[in-house]
Structure formats: C-alpha cells, structure tokens
C-alpha cells in the first residue's frame, strides 16, 4: 500500500461529512439524529460534520418510510454525493416500515431498493450512541483503500 | 495583572494540558443496562399463550416459533419498537427489557387479556363452522360433529337452535380461528387488553 494511500485512509477516517436526507419520517428519528450534535454526544470530537449537502457529504443518512414524493429525487440525492460515499438507514422505517406499514399505506419500504445502503440502525428511535456508533464503524470499514478497491 | 495573564497563559503550554486539548475523546456513552432495550429470554418456558404478538403494535416484530427446547418467542429487529408490552404482557415472564419486569413485580402490575365473542344474530346461520374449527372445542370435544352440534355443555361454541351460542366465553384463547371461517363475518372476537394493579391470584 502506498504512502498516499494511507495518509488518505486515515483522513477519511478523521474526517466523515454527513448529510440526512428524511423521506418521510415521523421526526423521532430526525430529533435523535440531531441530538448526536448536542454537547453529550459531540459528534464533532470523533471528526463527524453535519452539513446537509450531499456534494461535499461522505455519508448519507436516511431517516423515515420511503414516502411516493421521494422516488426520483433520493436516487438524484444519492448520485450527488461524491465517492467514496456510504448510506446508512436510521431507524426501523427505512428498514421495515415499521408501524407505517400497514395495508393501504402509501409507503414503500424498505430504502435498500432504492439506493445501496451499508448499514442499518433498528430501533424506533435508535438512541444517538448507536447512531454514533454505526456511522464510526461503517466509514473506516467503507472508506478504507477506496482507490485500491476501484481498480 | 501582567503576572496573573502570564500564569493564565503559562496554563496553556503545560505539557498535559496540550495533550488533553489535542488528542482526549470521551468514548461513545454505553447505554445503560437499566434502559429498555430489545426484548431478551430469561430462559423460562413459554407457554405459547401468543399474548406477546397479540399486545405487539408493530407489524412483524415478534413471532413464536417451535424450536427443539420448545416454543420461542423471536423479536425481529427493524420491526421492534422497544415498547416493552410483549414483557408486560407475558405471562410467564419469558422476555425481559430493561427494569420493566422488576417494577412489575415491585408495583404488582400486569397486563392482563380478556376475550369476548360477539355473535351477530341477524347474520349467523348456523353452519358451525366455528364451532368445528375452534381449538378449545377441539380439546374439550374432539367428536364434534360436522354442524357444530354436541351433546356436551362444556363446550366454548356450540350451535343449538340454527344459532351460534357462546357458552364458556373464560374458555377462549382469543386465536380468532372462528373469525377467520365464518363465511358472514358473523362473529367477532375482542381482545380486551388492560393493565390491572394487584393481579387476582395474588390477592
């Protein structure tokens, strides 16, 4: 492995820019997201920024049931992050449904049929240390030799 | 003043105090083992009384299957919602999640099922469907003929004079199965769930 190479896999693991894109949750989710930003979980001191723009984000959190409004326009969210980039699915909607779920609902889950997702986070919300928690062990595993891995 | 702001800044050089500012981060906060979590086994028996999946309100998170040491309750993650009334609601207490079965005992508090079968008269017409298909009748009745009629009052349903009659309605298991074959939607089951202080056995 290259010198460039290494210097490059310990910043992206230093460095992780999120953005969350929230298709359609019930806010439980959104609350818990920003709640990891607060003083008692300081995300922040692990090197992970906020800043809600997919083109300058590395990891794409995606909160809530796929509701119809988001069929063309989360893939073109997904498109508009740069790679190497991961999506995490926060909580049990992108994942199940959960209780939306239900017969006559318009939603339609789960996410992973729309965009790749690489990590799921259950709970209904999950608490802001297992979101912490999914996003450090996901990036250095996704982001690790992303240039090695596309040749 | 000068000597004070140079012992402030003096403050900032320490060796230690760079070393914290520069490379200290507190670790992930652990959750507390007190907070309710995903529902675990105690490893008592299950009864299979399925009152888990009747209080579970979200689709999917919990199910019983049969495993060699007996039927399991299954939690599927994704799906739970961590609410804990599959805890409280078990009878035997087979799952556990955080102190929700310590303060059950200290409180004396249960959930406790009651069913009630409702027969529409002006719909029912007496095929005994339910009656034949129901698996408390089958237990107590295994005779029972094609029609829903028997010769015992023992029974949970029972067809006499061309109507469904519920006779033992403490008897039923609330399974819906005699919903599910009724070809009128004749008869409904309710499931009454409520929280009771002081259980009556305990008393």
Not at chain 1, 21 to 49: F, H, K, M, T
Not at chain 2, 86 to 91: D, F, G, L, S
Not at chain 2, 104 to 116: E, G, H, I, P, V
Not at chain 2, 190 to 197: K, P
Request: proline fraction near 8%.
């Amino acid at each position: 492995m290259s010198l460039l190479q290494r210097v490059k896999n310990f910043v992206r693991s230093k460095s992780i820019h999120v953005a969350y894109v929230d298709v359609g949750s019930c806010n439980g989710c959104d609350i818990e997201v920003l709640a990891c930003l607060s003083p008692r979980y300081d995300i922040e001191q692990y090197g992970i920024y906020v800043h809600n723009n997919p083109r300058e984000a590395d990891i794409l959190l995606v909160i809530g049931a796929f509701t119809p409004g988001w069929e063309e326009k989360l893939r073109s969210v997904w498109e508009k992050i740069p790679d190497p980039k991961a999506a995490i699915a926060i909580g049990n909607c992108p994942i199940s449904g959960c209780v939306f779920n239900r017969p006559h609902s318009l939603i339609d889950p789960p996410v992973a049929k729309h965009i790749p997702i690489s990590a799921q986070v259950p709970g209904c919300p999950p608490r802001p240390t297992e979101i912490l928690s999914a996003v450090l062990a996901v990036a250095p595993v996704v982001f690790k030799d992303y240039e090695v891995k596309k040749r | 003043m000068a000597l004070s702001l140079t012992y402030y800044l003096k403050e900032f050089f320490r060796l230690e105090w760079l070393q914290k500012f520069l490379f200290v981060r507190t670790v992930p906060l652990v959750t507390p083992p007190y907070f309710r979590n995903f529902p675990e086994l105690t490893g008592k028996t299950c009864t299979h009384h399925l009152f888990c999946m009747m209080a579970c309100p979200a689709p999917g998170a919990i199910d019983v299957i049969r495993t060699p040491e007996g039927w399991q309750p299954r939690i599927h993650l994704g799906h739970c919602i961590r609410c804990g009334l599959c805890v409280e609601a078990c009878p035997n207490g087979v799952l556990t999640s955080g102190r929700i079965l310590e303060t059950m005992f200290y409180d004396n508090t249960a959930l406790s099922f009651s069913f009630r079968i409702d027969v529409d008269t002006d719909r029912c017409m007496g095929c005994g469907n339910c009656a034949v298909a129901c698996p408390v009748n089958k237990l107590i009745d295994a005779q029972m003929s094609f029609g829903g009629r028997a010769s015992t009052d023992d029974l949970l349903l029972k067809v006499s004079e061309g109507k469904c009659q519920v006779l033992h309605v403490e008897k039923c298991t609330g399974c819906k199965t005699c919903e599910h074959h009724c070809p009128n939607e004749a008869i409904s089951v309710a499931r009454l769930l409520e929280a009771v202080h002081a259980p009556e056995e305990e008393l």
